[in-house]
């Protein structure tokens, strides 16, 4: 059974951590694929150098490379994959791009929309789950960790509260198809709760 499922949320919000154990979990009922962007192929693994570890660029060729690394992705991996019946586990997608380059930059949602449209023609996820976690809550976590900060970690708790609003439009204006688990909680708990709900989206298929 194929499906397109996604992970969201902002830093700290323990997204790569939890996707990684849910992975386990389903890899021992079904095929599954775990993949994550940008990057994931070589081509959009240069892109992804150039937008986490370079300098800074223009706000609106930053949304164009993550557009494109997002569409070089998508052909090269989670195409043949879902083609394949796989379930295809991705962490970050389109909507990060609404949120951070359309919302928090400020370039605008729609006008982030109309590029990122272009690039995935059609393929929204079947399924999106959003690790819910405030910017206070989500910088120390990353603080404690000492996790390598990339450059958009670097930005100020303003830019990230931007982003958490940013997924909080979008997540009211398509319930449907996300899932808000609150990672405030103990990890082994947010892990079963995104496990579940995940399961009950594919026992609904
Ligand atoms: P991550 O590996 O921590 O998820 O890092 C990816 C960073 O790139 C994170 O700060 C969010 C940012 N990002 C965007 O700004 N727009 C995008 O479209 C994507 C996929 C990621």
Redesign the pocket.
């Known amino acids: 059974m194929a499906a397109f499922i996604t992970f969201e949320g902002p830093?700290g919000s323990g997204?790569?951590t939890v996707l990684q154990q849910v992975s386990e979990r389903l890899a021992k009922e079904f095929e599954v694929l775990k993949t994550?962007?940008?990057g994931g192929v070589p081509a959009a693994e240069q892109i992804r150098e150039i937008?986490?570890e370079g300098e800074a660029v223009d706000d609106r060729t930053e949304a164009l490379l993550?557009a494109a690394s997002?569409r070089e992705h998508l052909v090269e991996k989670v195409l043949p994959a879902l083609k394949a019946g796989k379930i295809v586990l991705c962490?970050?997608?389109i909507d990060?791009?609404l949120a951070?380059?359309g919302f928090a930059r400020g370039i605008g949602v729609d006008e982030v929309r109309a590029i990122n449209e272009f690039a995935i023609n059609g393929l929204y996820p079947d399924l999106t789950i959003y690790l819910d976690i405030t910017a206070e809550t989500g910088r120390q976590r990353i603080e404690s960790n000492a996790r390598n900060m990339?450059r958009?970690?670097h930005e100020s708790i303003a830019f990230h509260q931007r982003v958490i609003k940013g997924y909080k439009d979008l997540i009211a204006q398509e319930p449907n198809r996300f899932k808000v688990i609150d990672a405030n909680q103990e990890l082994e708990t947010v892990v079963e709760a995104t496990y579940s709900a995940i399961k009950e989206f594919l026992n609904k298929q």
């Open positions: 830093e997204k790569t994550r962007e940008p937008l986490l993550f997002r962490d970050r997608y990060s791009s951070y380059q990339n958009l970690d």
